[in-house]
């Protein structure tokens, strides 16, 4: 019997002021695609998608467009891993169908509908204050709370921004996530007064049907909405803190995604008279498989890859847990027969007993190079010069990532490349290593000497920051590959990996780029759509943050597991709900609409602003924050650095095509009134694309509206708004 499932499992839109919009990629690295007004997308004459070529209105540098996620069903064979057939309007199933007379049986259906549902909310002003990794597993009794004032249960819920689930069905079908909608559901919506900007609505969602009779949902996010009213009634924008602001609310948003087949069916009986009636009966099936979507702010370099991606975080954690790839991690012979846990029990042995396999070759472009390719890319949105010198990451010939080098494995026992890539490997930081700044001892006598003929230590890579260079508390300085992708490349330092390009043939589109075609299967889709969320530093993160890294929110691979709720009852956290027995929350019951984003920084715009480089001290590998001053502690040397978080992300230093860097934010003064003004001001900053540029490929600023926030400042020029890169927790920023 076939079986359903959503794609993508885990979907993502993301606000934007205007009322226009086009769909989420759904390939790593790879531009929006453009759409018509009811979400189809728009084809080329080779049937590919359009990508976008603008983020804004036409004519208005100050108006963004949003980014649609579009949902679609899959029909999986008995015992199929993965499909590229996509439910269609008229297809004929065996449907499962129990009735009171007939009892549990099998019916011929034809489908003639599919009835979606989502249900989004924002709880980030009902939930714990942030504090790096504090709440990773679990708060403590204590552990402060947003808008703390806020005692009693009934207006605890009332901080949650909850507009209720909403079906749409037809191939037309419309509905929006709006206050006072008719609906008999108990809403919950911010103060109508909030400043500067109210919120009364978190979207919107519609069907369509292509021509190929495949209906999909289309759901759109908020408006990018955040105003503020505080306990005292005062509506002066306030913001002092990177991530905690009381009395503040925005209208980024998660929940769940499912849907319902309807079929017909032809009922057969005899009546009293014994003649046989055939009647045409409707009914519908669930979709075995839901999804999930987050809702998060634009992505402004749609092109230039995380250094870890949501999908490479995600498909480390179900490599791990849920026997996502046996070939990869699993129990000898590390094949999928092997590898089919069931019971709980069986699951717990599976996980304890499994390993990486040690004869398992990755594919050097697919697994290995866009670890290296992807910080040259940030070139474009970062001034490494200040702040290292050099081109540390120069992919050309001779270059430390030379790729035609590094792309070669051993050939009839000659590897002239080892000594190359086993310097590579000793520089990628590893787990354990998250506080070191350089490479170990060992590791610098065994493989950086020889190669660089330098006594000097070589920093870790990637030089950026980790979840928590903040605090004292779980101290996580910087960035490290998930163990997966540091799996790969060990077996490519020791020549264990394909170079696709010469098994496949240079000819080949996805030699190089595994990415260069449009998905056609669930998982394809599944991995593609993430492949463009951040995947880490989660500090707190862009669009969600490390509860993603939990496995007790899937109920199987890149799935959320989704928990049955009340309406108008969503959870909040356990010191207020005990006072009347309220639903605290209990990641074992599964996740809540808001249960993802409800970590993130309040308002979004506060941590985006900030997010930029962070001052880190290297002093000593288990401390952030000393003061060795204060008791006079001497100390050998008092070295920090600063380090930055996200540069594919959240751009810094940018070039135009006619030449010359320029601070990508500038007229947004960096400290805390900074933090305000990009409330309003995010629709006007610029978007980065990539430009051939007359032989001088990159990527560019495009659209940025300098009406509204004046010119550019250069490197160098950091009179406007004062310090250019003050760091999260800074006095001056608190």
Not at 573 to 595: F, L, N, T, W, Y
Request: charged share 20%.
């Amino acid at each position: 019997m076939q079986t359903f499932k959503i794609h993508p499992a885990i979907g993502c839109a993301r606000i934007g002021n205007s009322d226009e919009f086009y769909l989420a990629p759904e390939q790593t690295g790879a531009l929006p695609i453009e759409c018509d007004e009811q979400g189809r997308e728009i084809v080329d004459d080779k049937g590919l998608p359009v990508r976008v070529s603008q983020f804004k209105e036409t004519g208005n540098l100050g108006c963004i467009k949003r980014q649609a996620a579009r949902f679609r069903i899959f029909v999986y064979e008995e015992n199929q891993l993965d499909s590229d057939r996509e439910l269609k309007i008229g297809d004929k199933f065996q449907f499962p169908l129990d009735t009171s007379t007939t009892g549990p049986q099998m019916v011929e259906g034809t489908v003639v509908d599919i009835e979606w549902t989502a249900h989004l909310a924002n709880k980030k002003a009902s939930w714990y204050a942030f504090s790096e990794n504090d709440g990773k597993h679990g708060y403590r009794p204590d552990h402060p709370l947003r808008n703390p004032q806020v005692t009693q249960p009934d207006q605890r819920r009332q901080l949650i921004i909850d507009p209720g689930p909403r079906t749409v069905s037809g191939d037309n079908g419309k509905a929006s996530f709006s206050q006072n909608d008719g609906s008999a559901y108990p809403q919950r919506f911010p103060p109508p007064d909030i400043q500067p900007y109210s919120i009364n609505s978190l979207g919107e969602m519609m069907v369509n049907e292509d021509s190929d009779h495949h209906r999909r949902l289309i759901v759109l996010g908020g408006y990018g909405r955040s105003g503020f009213k505080g306990a005292d009634g005062s509506t002066i924008p306030i913001i002092s803190n990177y991530a905690n602001n009381d009395g503040w609310y925005d209208d980024v948003s998660d929940g769940p995604v499912r849907a319902k087949i309807r079929y017909s069916y032809i009922h057969r009986y005899t009546d009293a008279q014994g003649k046989p009636i055939k009647e045409k009966k409707f009914s519908t099936v669930d979709v075995n498989a839901p999804a999930w979507l987050l809702v998060g702010y634009p992505s402004y370099a749609p092109e230039i890859e995380d250094m870890i991606t949501m999908d490479e975080a995600i498909y480390d954690l179900s490599v791990r847990h849920f026997a996502y790839e046996p070939a990869v991690y699993g129990v000898a012979p590390f094949d999928r027969q092997s590898n089919q846990p069931q019971t709980a029990e069986q699951w717990v042995v599976w996980r304890s007993n499994a390993a990486y396999n040690p004869e398992y070759y990755p594919h050097f472009f697919r697994d290995i190079w866009p670890i290296f390719n992807r910080p040259d890319n940030y070139s474009f949105t970062y001034d490494f010069d200040p702040f290292g010198g050099g081109v540390p990451h120069n992919r050309g010939t001779g270059g430390n990532l030379d790729k035609a080098a590094l792309s070669q494995p051993p050939k009839n026992g000659h590897d002239p490349n080892r000594q190359h890539r086993e310097f590579i490997y000793a520089i990628m930081r590893k787990q354990g290593q998250e506080n070191l700044y350089t490479v170990p001892d060992d590791l610098s006598q065994r493989y950086v000497a020889s190669f660089s003929n330098s006594a000097s230590k070589p920093r870790l890579m990637p030089m950026l920051n980790g979840d928590n260079p903040i605090s004292n508390t779980v101290t996580d300085k910087f960035l490290r590959m998930t163990d997966t992708q540091l799996f790969f490349l060990k077996q490519w330092m020791e020549g264990k990996f394909i170079n696709e390009c010469d098994e496949w043939g240079e000819t080949n589109a996805a030699c190089e780029n595994p990415w260069a075609t449009p998905p056609r299967t669930g998982s394809a889709i599944d991995r593609g759509v993430l492949g463009n969320v951040l995947g880490g530093a989660f500090c707190p993160g862009a669009e969600v943050g490390w509860i993603m890294l939990n496995p007790a929110i899937y109920s199987s691979a890149y799935r959320i597991h989704q928990a049955a709720y009340i309406a108008g009852g969503l959870s909040i956290p356990a010191p207020v709900a005990i006072k009347d027995g309220s639903q605290a929350d209990d990641i074992a019951r599964g996740m809540e609409p808001g249960d993802l984003t409800k970590y993130m920084g309040l308002p979004w715009q506060a941590d985006f602003h900030e997010c930029t480089d962070q001052n880190i001290n290297v002093t000593y590998e288990m401390w952030n924050d000393i003061y060795p001053g204060s008791t006079g502690d001497p100390v050998k040397q008092n070295l920090a650095y600063n380090i930055p978080w996200w540069p594919g992300h959240r751009p810094m230093v940018i070039q135009k095509t006619d030449g010359g860097q320029y601070y990508w934010s500038s007229g947004i003064p960096d400290n805390n009134a900074g933090s305000v003004q990009m409330v309003r001001d995010w629709i006007n900053l610029g978007f980065i694309k990539f430009d051939s540029n007359d032989g001088n490929p990159g990527y560019y600023q495009v659209e940025r509206n300098d009406r509204a926030l004046g010119l550019q400042l250069k490197p160098g020029e950091r009179t406007l708004g004062g310090d250019i890169k003050a760091s999260k927790g800074d006095p001056d920023n608190e």
